[in-house]
């Protein structure tokens, strides 16, 4: 959104109070039920925490 020059309310309508655009969270969706949580890591730089979600469900498929 930074490179569009947009905040996240005038993007996607959310109060910039309550959200904020930031790595680390990826919805979990079930296939016919839709989004049922998220998976969060929260606490280092936000690409290091998206890369922490990533390899946990990458973790996790390979378990299945």
């Given amino acids: ?9 005038e993007k996607y309508l959310l109060p910039e109070s309550e959200y904020a655009p930031h790595g680390g ?12 949580g998220t998976i ?3 606490g280092l730089a936000q690409e290091e925490d998206h890369k922490v979600v990533v390899q946990a469900i990458r973790h996790f498929m390979e378990v299945m």
């Avoid at 959104?1 to 309310?9: D, F, L, N, P, S």
């Fill in 1 to 9: 959104m930074k490179c569009e020059g947009r905040t996240i309310a």
């Fill in 40 to 42: 969060t890591v929260s």
């Fill in 25 to 36: 969270c990826f919805p979990i969706i079930i296939k016919g039920t839709g989004m049922v």
